[in-house]
């Protein structure tokens, strides 16, 4: 560069960060991590510098510290965009992972993050044509008053099956609802009730309107697996995400949720007990897949082998946490 040129580019930076910004400011590009995706090396002062400088951000230093350390927000709406966003595959891999996996192309190209938080509940006796329900009496979920999975049950227990929902669990991420000029967020987790015939807490009136995952997700270790019959197109039949905060001395935290078996997801209770002061290794990978085995009883409620899906619980969580592992070692 000449020294007009970096003279041009440096009267960008306020005068207070000039001896703050560590020269040269190293960019790696990441390849690996799709089109247009790099890793910046060094702090707050040369980020800011960075993006100053390529006209990216135009605020004071105070405003862009504020924006860094606020939830962030994925601002496109479709699932497919999830797969493309520079800041997904840098630092929350399992979440374009699961994006990755929601059916096929077209369906995440037109699908929409809020249409796939709030995807209906799948059940094998209700995603039939008028004629077969009828045949059967129908059911609680509607127009019947029994339930063909729980016989017993007062509630539909039809499977939750949005890829994308369990992973924004484990990462602490929020849904904000929209209805008039009212808003209010709850998280992930708490969108979700246990009852198929609607399975969140969304009001006549109400839109989802923004999804935020916060600051404190940035470095948790994630991983995402999906159990489904063919590759390309099928909805779950059981699905694992999990996270963990990783530190020297071991592991500081940890979340672990299946879906895909009942109507919300499930986050898995004694996870931080197991996983506590210990490294991500295999022993803990086959305790969290125990406990897991523990605690989820797949039902009839999706057309596969309900036995079988149970078995798979501890596999795939092991799998989970090996992609969790894995991801940031590689
Ligand atoms: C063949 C097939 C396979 C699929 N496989 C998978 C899969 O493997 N994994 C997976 O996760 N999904 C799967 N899906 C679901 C698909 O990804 C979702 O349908 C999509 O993400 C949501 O699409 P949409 O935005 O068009 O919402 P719609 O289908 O239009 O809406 C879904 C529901 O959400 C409501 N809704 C939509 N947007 C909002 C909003 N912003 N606020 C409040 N309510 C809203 C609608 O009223 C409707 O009740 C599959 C779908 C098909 C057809
Ligand atoms: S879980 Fe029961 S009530 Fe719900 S859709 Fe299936 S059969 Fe109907």
Same mark, same amino acid.
């Given at each position: 560069?000449?020294?007009?040129?970096? @003279?041009?580019?440096?009267?960008?930076?306020?005068?207070?960060?000039?001896?703050?910004?560590?020269?040269?400011?190293?960019?790696?590009?990441?390849?690996?991590?799709?089109?247009?995706?790099?890793?910046?090396?060094?702090? @707050?002062? @040369?980020?800011? /510098?960075?993006?100053?400088?390529?006209?990216?951000?135009?605020?004071?230093?105070?405003?862009?510290?504020?924006? %860094?350390?606020?939830?962030?927000?994925?601002?496109?709406?479709?699932?497919?965009? $999830?797969?493309?966003?520079?800041?997904?595959?840098?630092?929350?891999?399992?979440?374009?992972?699961?994006?990755? $996996?929601?059916?096929?192309?077209?369906?995440?190209?037109?699908?929409?993050?809020?249409?796939? $938080?709030?995807?209906?509940?799948?059940?094998?006796?209700?995603?039939?044509?008028?004629?077969?329900?009828?045949?059967?009496?129908?059911?609680?979920?509607?127009?019947?008053?029994?339930?063909?999975?729980?016989?017993?049950?007062?509630?539909?227990?039809?499977?939750?099956?949005?890829?994308? /929902?369990?992973?924004?669990?484990?990462?602490?991420?929020?849904?904000?609802?929209?209805?008039?000029?009212? %808003?209010?967020?709850?998280?992930? @987790?708490?969108?979700?009730?246990?009852?198929?015939?609607?399975?969140?807490?969304?009001?006549?009136?109400?839109?989802?309107?923004?999804?935020?995952?916060?600051?404190?997700?940035?470095?948790?270790?994630?991983?995402?697996?999906?159990?489904?019959?063919?590759?390309?197109?099928?909805?779950?039949? $059981?699905?694992? /995400?999990?996270?963990?905060?990783? /530190?020297?001395?071991?592991?500081?935290?940890?979340?672990?949720?299946?879906?895909?078996?009942?109507?919300?997801?499930?986050?898995?209770?004694?996870?931080?007990?197991?996983?506590?002061?210990?490294?991500?290794?295999?022993?803990?990978?086959?305790?969290?897949?125990?406990?897991?085995?523990?605690?989820?009883?797949?039902?009839?409620?999706?057309?596969?082998?309900?036995?079988?899906?149970?078995?798979?619980?501890?596999?795939?969580?092991?799998?989970?946490?090996?992609?969790?592992?894995?991801?940031?070692?590689?």
């Amino acid at each position: 560069m000449k020294k007009s040129e970096i @003279e041009a580019l440096s009267a960008e930076l306020p005068d207070e960060l000039r001896d703050r910004v560590k020269l040269p400011i190293v960019l790696l590009r990441r390849r690996e991590l799709g089109p247009g995706a790099f890793t910046l090396l060094g702090d @707050e002062y @040369e980020e800011y /510098a960075f993006s100053k400088v390529l006209g990216d951000y135009a605020g004071t230093f105070t405003e862009f510290q504020k924006a %860094r350390d606020s939830p962030t927000v994925f601002y496109k709406p479709q699932v497919s965009e $999830l797969t493309r966003e520079p800041r997904v595959a840098a630092e929350f891999q399992a979440l374009g992972k699961a994006a990755g $996996l929601v059916a096929g192309p077209q369906l995440r190209n037109m699908g929409t993050l809020g249409g796939n $938080l709030c995807l209906d509940t799948r059940c094998t006796y209700y995603n039939q044509t008028y004629f077969w329900r009828e045949a059967l009496g129908f059911c609680l979920k509607k127009d019947g008053t029994r339930c063909h999975v729980v016989t017993t049950g007062k509630r539909c227990v039809a499977a939750h099956s949005s890829d994308v /929902a369990p992973v924004l669990i484990t990462l602490g991420a929020e849904v904000e609802i929209a209805r008039g000029g009212e %808003r209010r967020s709850v998280p992930v @987790e708490a969108f979700f009730v246990g009852d198929g015939i609607h399975n969140n807490v969304l009001e006549p009136g109400e839109l989802v309107t923004r999804i935020t995952v916060p600051a404190a997700a940035r470095g948790l270790r994630a991983g995402y697996q999906k159990l489904r019959p063919r590759g390309a197109i099928d909805f779950p039949m $059981l699905s694992i /995400a999990f996270t963990a905060r990783v /530190a020297a001395d071991g592991c500081q935290g940890a979340t672990l949720v299946v879906s895909a078996i009942a109507a919300k997801p499930r986050t898995i209770s004694g996870v931080e007990a197991i996983v506590s002061g210990r490294p991500l290794d295999d022993a803990v990978a086959e305790a969290l897949g125990q406990a897991a085995y523990k605690q989820c009883h797949p039902l009839i409620n999706v057309p596969y082998d309900q036995d079988y899906r149970r078995e798979m619980v501890p596999v795939f969580v092991k799998r989970a946490v090996r992609m969790a592992r894995e991801e940031w070692t590689a």
